[in-house]
């Protein structure tokens, strides 16, 4: 397999093609970093052995995805199988196995890839255009109607060839993506032809692709998307009305957006697209309005899990502090939405709560959508269950398979940044990489018990001594959050981290989240990192009513469950004592390897003659929410009842 290691997707500098830049930093690709980690390296190899295997067997042999290719290629049109939108998948999966490549080369994989590739790309017409479905059912219907996924397929195609070229130098598929992009502007932007998106994802494609290639027009293009929205734009069968408009995000300019509404994984895709805009524009319209937005979702619509899109029905956001739990949807592609807008919004601002979030969304809403197995999936995540839930094989509507496979697959894009003169590191995977620092190589090598234990060892080895700031992330959970946050701790002590060089503590400042190190760094320069990790119970703002009297619990980043498997079936009948005493263990044996955490609390049950109330003080455990529903079918909870009068908090 031929391996070039390519520049970050975002590491192009934006400052030299855009000289009013905003943006702070550049995230450093999964191109560049290999992972060697005790927690992730398992899910990668799952989703490199099993997931991705999986997705090419639904997309080739039990669907008809690839096969409506091969037709479109062939010119045979009215075969067309499955839904309008199925093409993404494609694109997805094929993306997947780019980011999957890196970290286990898998020549048959990899073939098969380009195989698939090289259909897709017979089956691009010559004006640039690709679309399976309009070629199969009628070129004369294309661009007929917003909603039917159009720009959302190319978008998807687009960041395919970005990656695949990364991994692998190959440049077909990327140069079809490039193509399509080309002939999207000439019909669009530069013809003046007003369209808008009805599943946004071509604005944050177009901006990978500006990035990768350093050409404005793309950039251009994404911009011009954006500003299409709330202007009264529309074509297609949907009803152009105030419940469609908010669906779509379509309701004002996005600039002038100030409130989260509609479809979550859509609302997801144009703000990652329209974050990264603003930092390289400069635009203040965008970057307040992302602040604002991000702020709504964050305080008022988003679970402790880090899921968003509360409701079934709109696949999306409903009314404030309306976070239903057995009832919850937050599907698996916006919580994967979520750890693609919170990247941009750190690029933008270098701030670190940005990453917390990042972090909340990816270790559990968006991990819970994969079974350890990694061949059943969730679609919805909800945060109780009377036994009812349980993952599926596929989906009639199949984006989560795929895009949960290419976020943990693409997971180094995630870990490191660097700016004009410091390395961030913004998670805590076991991972080594090499940077330049203005003519310096600097290595680094990071080993973490992460998230079981809080103790880190970064090695730091420069080609030659270098002055420069290390950037090291406090995580958010150390530490109450911010007044007017969603969620609080029970109680209000504040962790401090504690932090060495070479065996000795040292002075460091902080600023925005991280803990900066300046000084002049040496080849093998080691820095211990002990962060503070133990049970802590939160609870919610007394506006989410369905949390009233109710605590969850929560260890470092992850958030804990009770399921009826390791508790004699039962996950309703618990009750947190007033202080409970909690005690962590790690059981190898369990789930993959879990911390899992045990506690005394009352128990409820009915008698023998069914007329009876018990109860009992027994011992519960507690584990991962991600890890939950892999033995089966069984009860579920993550908020409990509380054995107090009220719970009352300082808001």
Request: include cysteine; aromatic fraction near 12%.
């Amino acid at each position: 397999m031929t391996r070039l290691f390519l520049a970050a997707i975002v590491c192009l500098s934006s400052t030299t093609l855009h000289s009013q830049s905003l943006q702070k930093l550049q995230p450093v690709s999964f191109s560049e970093v290999t992972i060697e980690d005790g927690f992730w390296s398992p899910k990668l190899a799952t989703v490199a052995n099993v997931t991705i295997k999986a997705c090419i067997d639904y997309t080739e042999n039990k669907t008809g995805r690839i096969r409506n290719f091969e037709r479109a290629a062939a010119h045979k049109p009215g075969a067309f199988e499955g839904i309008f939108y199925d093409d993404s998948d494609v694109y997805k999966a094929l993306e997947a196995i780019a980011y999957s490549l890196r970290n286990h080369p898998d020549a048959a994989i990899e073939a098969k890839a380009d195989e698939w590739i090289a259909k897709i790309a017979a089956a691009q017409l010559p004006d640039g255009y690709l679309n399976s479905y309009y070629t199969l059912t009628g070129l004369d219907k294309r661009w007929s109607d917003m909603d039917k996924h159009e720009t959302y397929c190319a978008g998807h195609l687009i960041e395919a060839g970005i990656a695949y070229h990364n991994t692998t130098g190959k440049r077909l598929l990327l140069d079809v993506g490039v193509r399509f992009a080309n002939y999207m502007d000439s019909i669009f932007r530069l013809a003046n032809n007003a369209w808008v998106p009805g599943h946004q994802e071509i604005e944050l494609a177009l901006m990978k692709l500006y990035h990768h290639t350093g050409n404005n027009r793309y950039m251009e293009l994404s911009r011009w998307f954006l500003d299409q929205r709330g202007r009264g734009h529309w074509k297609g069968a949907i009803k152009y009305d105030e419940n469609s408009r908010q669906y779509y995000q379509n309701m004002e300019p996005v600039k002038e957006q100030k409130e989260i509404t509609g479809h979550a994984v859509r609302a997801m895709y144009l703000y990652t697209g329209a974050a990264d805009v603003a930092a390289v524009t400069n635009d203040a319209g965008y970057v307040q309005a992302m602040k604002t937005i991000w702020e709504d979702v964050v305080y008022r619509n988003m679970y402790l899990t880090g899921g968003i899109g509360a409701q079934a029905r709109n696949e999306g956001f409903g009314v404030d502090y309306d976070l239903p739990n057995e009832d919850a949807y937050s599907e698996t592609c916006a919580s994967v939405g979520m750890v693609f807008w919170n990247q941009r919004m750190h690029m933008l601002s270098g701030d670190g709560k940005y990453v917390d979030v990042l972090e909340r969304s990816l270790y559990n809403a968006a991990l819970d959508g994969l079974s350890l197995s990694g061949d059943r999936f969730f679609y919805g995540n909800p945060l109780a269950s009377t036994g009812t839930h349980n993952r599926s094989e596929w989906f009639g509507t199949a984006c989560c398979p795929s895009n949960i496979a290419r976020l943990v697959a693409s997971l180094g894009n995630y870990i490191y940044a660097t700016s004009a003169d410091a390395i961030w590191v913004n998670l805590y995977v076991g991972s080594k990489t090499t940077l330049k620092m203005t003519g310096t190589r600097v290595g680094l090598q990071l080993e973490t018990g992460y998230p079981w234990k809080g103790s880190t060892q970064l090695t730091v080895t420069p080609d030659r001594k270098k002055a420069f700031s290390l950037r090291l992330r406090m995580p958010g959970w150390m530490n109450q959050p911010v007044p007017g946050a969603l969620y609080q701790y029970a109680e209000t002590k504040t962790m401090a981290a504690r932090i060495e060089v070479n065996g000795k503590p040292v002075e460091y400042t902080q600023e925005d989240g991280y803990a900066v190190i300046n000084r002049i760094w040496a080849k093998g320069d080691k820095v211990t990192i002990d962060l503070p990790m133990k049970p802590r119970l939160v609870v919610s703002r007394p506006e989410l009513k369905q949390n009233n009297n109710r605590m969850a619990i929560q260890y470092g980043p992850l958030v804990y469950c009770v399921e009826g498997k390791d508790n004699n079936n039962a996950a309703w009948n618990i009750v947190l004592p007033d202080k409970p005493s909690f005690t962590v263990s790690y059981r190898a044996d369990l789930l993959g390897g879990i911390n899992v955490i045990n506690f005394s609390a009352p128990v409820t049950s009915i008698g023998a003659d069914r007329k009876t109330v018990q109860t009992n003080l027994q011992t519960v455990t507690a584990i991962p929410y991600f890890s939950w529903n892999n033995r089966g079918a069984s009860p579920m909870q993550v908020w409990l009842p509380v054995y107090v009068e009220e719970v009352k908090l300082n808001y």
